[in-house]
């Protein structure tokens, strides 16, 4: 519990803003989210709203693949590709993440949970495979 | 007027026309008289005169797939809904106390919350031209009720304004128009918009500032009771010796007021979708979708997981195992209506056209998060004069949304603690369940910091990224996937066609299912017939 209250208190120095999409039931106003940097942060913030703190995914009527242990991560381009340009119900996270959080988030995921692919992922890398951001909602 | 001859009255008229010329003419006749615009609902489908003994398979027991079921039967088909949850309804969906909810990851909550109490995770509020869905409401016998949408006393809180205090939003929407109007007539007088606006018009202008903005004589948004009847007074106005009110003084100013969360949550209004009058149904959400399960009692096979869509020239077979015990089977059809949504069809072993393949893939999913707490008084009633409506914050939580019912009432409440999207949806969905009612409750504090951890009885939380059956909340299209991929998606793959939301223009509601759902069944019946 502190560890998380320090971590709020770190990032809450960077607010981003977010405006509600057009489209869809939506709450209305701007959210002011603390922006995570760390590779652990992003990962916490963002990534294991799906895929599970210990990214092991989970089933139901369908799969959300686990991270951890996963060969598909031994090449950067394909976790950068599917990063930046989402994968089925899994959204691209252009436009809300910064290449910088991205490559963090994705060298977090390939260093830990049973994956040991020590090369970092950088900024430029993910700038090389991102494709702009959409417009629209729903 | 009484010539003789009785005129038909508008009724009467768009009843013939719609005898002689069909909806379509109903419908074209109606925008005419220009009160029709508002809905593509033309009518239930009426379809009729199926081929006897046609089966079709339908996937899902959401509101599409029921839809789709009932007029289906009605048309004279045999008709089997595979549902993978052990209850209809899909997203339309309440929990009351005594549930319980189990998340993807294996969280599970016991809902605490008392009698008649509940929380709607997925839809919540019906706008007044959702005409399809409060068709069927009328038709299945469901109870409406007003759903306050829009409440002048709700709070407005903005980390980076007001000293990071919430406001009244009468308060804040008054002194951001005041602000505004201040400004134009300033620019009109200092003759800026000469070369742009004629003298008649500036001089109508100004009068509209300050008719409009609760601007003095001279054109200033200042303490005054004009002002006060916007935003509030220091003292209302009351009886006796004291009954002269006193104005508010401490207008906020154009600083303050231009933060972003002040017209974001006034432009929030103007939206068609969130424009009054709305509604919910007596009792909570999930009597809709009770109402629609009753109309294909008997039609419905629960706890199956759907593997496998395949077809050929003669039909469909769709294989799935019983989720409690594993077993697996088929089953075959002539026709499917699948509405299982697209994070988890694309997942399937299906034999559609790669087209099709590709558009099930090509549309990502939001993740919303909600949060019911039930509280042991209405103290936003009972200290805020607060009665419905919402309040709006830019933390995670996004806003705090106040019971439409039971008003005044002694006992414990449910209110709706977080309605978060995108970031701030991540971030509460990345907790476990108790600290995401932990999170709810410090963000909750600071728009009502004396009574929210005083009052709180017990909460629940749905985070739409972990719900088992959906894997995320609703469809997100982007303009380039609805361009590449839509007519796709929504076009007949042989013998199997979608709906749901995802397959129409009004993402995440369940008017759009609906919709949805006839165009698909009309299609899928008329090319039953060509066939």
Redesign the interface.
């Known amino acids: 519990m502190r560890k ?1 209250i320090v971590l709020t208190a770190a990032l809450l120095a960077f ?19 603390p922006k995570p940097v760390t590779g652990e942060q992003v990962y ?7 895929h ?2 210990d990214a092991k995914g ?7 693949p686990a991270l951890a242990s996963n060969p598909k991560l031994a090449g950067a381009a394909y976790p950068i590709m599917v990063v930046t340009g ?7 996270f252009v436009g ?1 993440l910064s290449n910088a959080q991205m490559a963090e988030a994705i060298t977090y995921v390939r260093t830990h949970f049973g994956n040991a692919y020590a090369k970092p992922v950088t900024e430029a890398d993910v700038a090389k495979i991102a494709k702009p ?6 | 007027m009484d010539s003789g001859v009785r005129a038909p009255t508008r009724r009467q008229l768009l009843s013939a026309i719609a005898k002689v010329g069909g909806t379509a003419a109903l419908y074209q006749a109606m925008t005419t008289l220009g009160h029709a615009a508002e809905t593509q609902f033309h009518g239930p489908p009426n379809l009729q005169g199926a081929r006897p003994g046609s089966t079709v398979i339908v996937l899902g027991a959401g509101l599409a797939g029921m839809l789709a079921a009932f007029e289906l039967t009605k048309a004279g088909y045999k008709v089997k809904i595979l549902e993978f949850q052990n209850r209809a309804g899909g997203r339309n969906w309440s929990l009351r106390g005594g549930d319980t909810y189990t998340e993807l990851g294996g969280a599970t909550q016991n809902v605490a919350f008392s009698q008649g109490n509940y929380l709607n995770p997925g839809p919540w509020r019906i706008p007044h031209h959702h005409r399809t869905l409060l068709h069927y409401c009328k038709q299945f016998g469901v109870a409406l009720e007003p759903f306050i949408q829009f409440n002048h006393s709700g709070w407005v809180h903005s980390s980076q304004a007001f000293g990071g205090k919430p406001v009244r939003f009468n308060t804040a929407a008054a002194d951001f128009e005041g602000n505004i109007a201040e400004l134009l007539a300033k620019s009109v007088n200092a003759k800026a918009l000469d070369d742009t606006v004629t003298q008649e018009d500036r001089d109508k202008l100004l009068e509209a500032l300050k008719g409009w903005g609760m601007l003095d004589n001279d054109y200033k948004y200042s303490a005054s009771l004009r002002a006060a009847s916007h935003r509030g007074f220091e003292r209302p106005g009351g009886g006796g010796v004291n009954g002269a009110p006193i104005p508010s003084k401490d207008l906020y100013g154009l600083h303050d007021v231009l933060d972003p969360q002040v017209w974001t949550s006034m432009g929030f209004f103007m939206n068609h979708e969130m424009q009054t009058t709305m509604f919910q149904p007596v009792g909570g959400m999930d009597m809709i979708g009770k109402a629609f399960a009753k109309q294909v009692e008997g039609m419905v096979t629960y706890g199956a997981k759907v593997s496998k869509i395949a077809q050929d020239d003669k039909g469909v077979t769709v294989s799935f195992t019983d989720v409690a015990t594993g077993k697996a089977s088929d089953l075959k059809g002539d026709w499917c209506v699948c509405t299982i949504p697209l994070g988890i069809l694309g997942q399937l072993d299906l034999q559609v056209t790669d087209e099709m393949m590709a558009a099930i893939k090509a549309v990502p999913y939001s993740g919303q998060v909600k949060i019911g707490l039930e509280m042991k008084r209405r103290f936003w009633e009972e200290d805020d004069f607060i009665y419905g409506g919402h309040s709006f914050t830019d933390q995670e939580i996004a806003l705090i949304s106040y019971p439409n019912n039971n008003m005044f009432k002694d006992g414990p409440a449910v209110l709706l603690g977080a309605f978060a999207r995108d970031m701030g949806a991540y971030r509460l969905a990345g907790m476990t369940p108790d600290q995401r009612i932990e999170a709810a409750l410090a963000q909750g504090s600071v728009l009502h910091p004396t009574s929210y951890r005083k009052e709180f009885a017990s909460g629940a939380s749905v985070a739409w990224s972990r719900v088992p059956w959906t894997l995320g909340c609703c469809a997100r299209w982007s303009d380039e996937a609805r361009k590449e991929h839509y007519q796709t998606l929504v076009g007949m793959d042989r013998r199997i066609v979608l709906a749901g939301e995802h397959a129409s223009y009004i993402g995440c509601w369940m008017e759009g299912a609906l919709l949805s759902s006839i165009d698909a069944i009309t299609r899928l019946h008329k090319r039953a017939l060509e066939a």
């Open positions: 998380i607010p981003a803003a977010a405006q509600s999409p057009a489209g869809g039931d939506t709450g209305g106003g701007i959210t002011r989210v916490g913030a963002v990534c294991q709203a799906c599970m703190p989970a089933t139901g009527a369908g799969t959300i989402g994968k089925g119900a899994m959204p691209g809300i951001p959409s417009a629209g909602g729903h």
